[in-house]
Each structure stands twice: as C-alpha cells, then as structure tokens.
C-alpha cells in the first residue's frame, strides 16, 4: 500500500493555503488516510458518519486541488482517490485487478497546439488514464481470477 503525507503536512498546507482546518474536515482527512491506496468518496463518507456528504466531497475535491490526492477514473466509471505523488502524471489502470501505476511521460503537447490552433480553444489541462492489464494479470487468461 501506498503512504500518503503525513497528516500534519496536510493540515499545515490547509492553513498556508487559508483554508478554516474544522473537526468534520479533520476526520474526512484521517478517513482517507486510513482508507487505504485507493478510495471512494463513498468510502470515507462511511467511515465518518457524523460528517455532512457535502462537507466530505468538498474536502476531496479541496485536496484535489491541493495536490495531495488525485483522481483515478477505472474502467467501469468509477472514480476512485489515491494519495498524488504531486506533479503531473497520469495513471496505468488494469481491468483485471484494478491496480493502479502513475506515470509521467505525456507528450501530447504537439497535438494540444493544434487542437488549440484547429478549433480555437483554449486547453486548461487534460486528464488521461490507460487501461489494460498489470504484469501480473496478463500472464493469467482472460477471465480468470485475478
């Protein structure tokens, strides 16, 4: 499993940025700290039930934004958490076992020039993800179980 940041790091980041650091917000962090390598939103909404829904989605999408998580969407629709590794990457997702591998390497720059050109839009950022199966995965038959 991986680690994510320490908590106090976090909490720490949350005042630098001017964010209010509350008791609901504080028990949405150690919820996802102890969720494991990936997570749902659902996931940590359990685990913290005298948290408002509201209050732990906004605190997701806060540490999205912060760089301390970020999003996987898996093959099925899905959208799951894990602890970022800060910067930009993407992510390798196996349909088989559902194991999840950042990645960096992302030359799409050539293509967003001239999308950019193209159509006359304005490219904020992108998002990618790729599906297929781990190493582990793929010396099984398809269909097995992983």
């Keep these: 499993m991986r680690k994510g940041p320490s908590l106090a790091g976090i909490v720490q980041r949350l005042e630098d940025r001017g964010c209010r650091v509350t008791a609901p917000r504080l028990a949405v962090l150690a919820a996802a700290a102890d969720a494991g390598d990936q ?14 829904r509201a209050t732990v ?7 999205v934004e912060m760089d301390v998580l970020c999003r996987v969407l898996l093959d099925d629709g899905s959208l799951r958490y894990r602890w970022s590794r800060r ?28 999308l950019t050109r193209a159509i006359n ?14 190493a582990a995965c793929s010396v099984q038959p398809v269909g097995a179980p992983a």
């Design 39 to 52: 997570f749902s939103a659902e996931d940590v909404a359990r685990r913290v039930p005298h948290v408002g």
């Design 57 to 63: 989605f906004r605190t997701l999408k806060l540490l």
């Design 87 to 114: 910067g930009h990457h993407h992510h390798l997702v196996c349909t088989a076992c559902g194991a999840v591998e950042d990645f960096t390497l992302c030359d799409v720059t050539e293509l967003l020039r001239e």
């Design 121 to 134: 839009f304005s490219v904020e950022g992108h998002w990618l993800e790729v599906y297929g199966r781990c």
